[in-house]
């Protein structure tokens, strides 16, 4: 069974000593990073843009696994790539149509990122299934978007296993994200599901034993 990946979302790490949160992440033998990006307009909350992420990006040799919570993503995809991300995921609800998110879909790769899709808790699952085939990450939110450190919603995980026999069984190359009240209790759940990247905060950061806590997800 292939390593499942996990994406520490620095939303909950010590800004004053980035540099060494960035190093936890690379001693505990992992390989992305994620950023959540937040407007205050699609969300009620603000967190980093593209300059900031223009500004640490290109020092961290790490996947760069950049979520934008954003109205109108289809403006912001060059400024992203810009600014160093590697995969950009952005959410159905911010789009207005089908066609608009295929447009962003498209233009995310034109750039040469991956392309992720991320939907709300609230939204049914098979929104999204006519995208799957153009996509490379599908994030489903297991908790509503804009705040960390809140509580896992436990009907995520047959959400996870939706998408991820929809997946399966049409053959695609689609990796299944999960990104909200992350733990070594929920964390095996998850992946029993269907999960592929585990996207975890909170429980992670700000914690003397990152590198044991990343084990124990694992377990």
């Excluded at 436990?154 to 991820?164: F, P, Q, W």
Aim: glycine share 6%; net charge negative; with cysteine.
């Amino acid at each position: 069974m292939k390593r499942p990946i996990i994406s520490p979302s620095v939303l909950d790490a010590d800004f004053l000593h980035f540099e060494n949160e960035v190093q936890k992440i690379k001693d505990a033998g992992l390989e992305w990073i994620h950023f959540d990006v937040m407007d205050g307009t699609f969300v009620n909350n603000i967190s980093f843009g593209n300059l900031f992420l223009k500004s640490v990006c290109p020092k961290i040799d790490l996947f760069k696994d950049v979520h934008v919570m954003i109205a109108n993503p289809l403006e912001m995809v060059e400024k992203f790539k810009e600014a160093g991300a590697d995969c950009l995921t952005f959410h159905y609800e911010a789009c207005q149509n089908d066609q608009e998110i295929f447009d962003v879909i498209d233009k995310i790769h034109d750039f040469n990122m991956k392309a992720g899709i991320a939907i709300k808790p609230s939204v049914s699952i098979e929104k999204i299934y006519p995208f799957l085939s153009k996509v490379d990450l599908v994030l489903v939110m297991s908790v509503e978007p804009g705040y960390g450190g809140q509580h896992f919603v436990e009907s995520s995980l047959d959400r996870i296993a939706k998408v991820k026999n929809e997946i399966v069984s049409n053959g695609y190359n689609v990796l299944v994200s999960v990104d909200g009240g992350i733990n070594d209790t929920i964390a095996p759940k998850c992946l029993n599901n269907g999960a592929d990247v585990l996207v975890v905060g909170q429980y992670l950061f700000n914690h003397s034993d990152f590198k044991d806590r990343v084990e124990r997800l694992l377990k």
